[in-house]
């Protein structure tokens, strides 16, 4: 059985937040032959009263609308199979590497997790988050989760066991063909903290580049079913600085000896946002300035290396261009080099 290349996703309505606009478009630019679906909570109630009657009275009953999307998902994925992410996981790498020769793929959340009381109250020694799941479709692990999901039924408890983390990694351990799936660690799609996220530590540089060194995809954690959203939309609730004392002592006296490196990324080559960037840093009054673009489109056999060049993808004519970027494409600036194969660095 082989995974559909299909990725599917909730939200209440087919208006889903601009906050999560982003981050639905990286899964398109990394994956872009998959058809991405999204689901509405009338989509949903549908699915279940035309392909699981029986669970309707159940499904249209829960108190907490997180329930429904649980169960949403899973009855999705069993009848048609997929990909499904939650609106506030991004995606960093394709997909089809992960996936390759698997039938279901889950990932464990990070282990720090495990600290915290209610999971320490549950008894549960690993976690299966149901944020990121890949499925066949028809994949008989989605009846044991259906079982699970009935039984929990008769017992007063929240979410998590009625369906979501707890009753799925139950239903995982008492899976006799546990074989079947991949059980993926923590890195590859969990790589970061709830904490790490709340605290908006998961921005530290450091932090992010050994994160998500081996990450396919990070759950930023959003919990928009028991936390209150921050104020700023999205935004972590609080960032943590440190402010170092002495750092103005290394300027020089004359401010336009202090050299302003302006950083952009062209990895796409040649395109309109590309064009807006350099056309900002061209309007930066400060004289002692340099921009570094960052692209892997290098040409090699140029004695600069900068293989830049206008071109209809930007969906303007090359006359259009800023002239000093042209020239920076033309090679005709005072300095335009490549560093380490993937740095084009043009003073423009």
Known sequence: ???????????????????????????????????????????????????????????????????????????????????????DCECLKPLDPLLAGQELMVGLEPEEHLKNDVVVESGLRRLICPSFIASAAGHPFWAQVRSHVAAAESRASGPLTLTGTFLLTRAYEDYAERASIALLASPPLYPFTKDQC????????????????????????????????????????????????????????????????????????????????????????????????????VDRRSPRGCSLTPSARSGRRAASTPPAASSCAAGTPASCRTRAGSICSCNL
């Open 1 to 87: 059985m082989a995974i559909p290349r299909t990725l599917h996703q909730l939200w209440k309505t087919a208006d889903v937040p601009a906050r999560f606009t982003m981050l639905r478009e990286t899964w398109r630019k990394r994956n872009p032959q998959r058809e991405i679906r999204l689901w509405t909570d009338a989509d949903l109630d549908e699915l279940v009263a035309s392909r699981y009657p029986d669970l309707l009275s159940l499904f249209r009953g829960y108190k907490e609308p997180i329930c429904r999307a649980d169960l949403g998902r899973y009855l999705v994925l069993e009848t048609f199979g997929g990909v499904y992410a939650d609106l």
């Open 198 to 297: 709340w605290s908006g530590n998961v921005f530290e540089l450091d932090v992010w580049e050994r994160g998500s060194r081996q990450a396919y995809a990070v759950h930023y954690w959003a919990g928009g079913w028991f936390r209150q959203a921050s104020p700023l939309d999205g935004l972590p609730w609080a960032l943590r600085t440190r402010v170092v004392d002495g750092a103005a002592a290394s300027y020089p006296s004359d401010p336009s000896q202090t050299r302003i490196t302006c950083v952009t990324g062209a990895d796409e080559g040649w395109t309109q946002a590309l064009e807006m960037a350099l056309a900002s840093y061209l309007r930066q009054t400060h004289a002692n300035k340099e921009l570094l673009v960052l692209t892997e489109k």
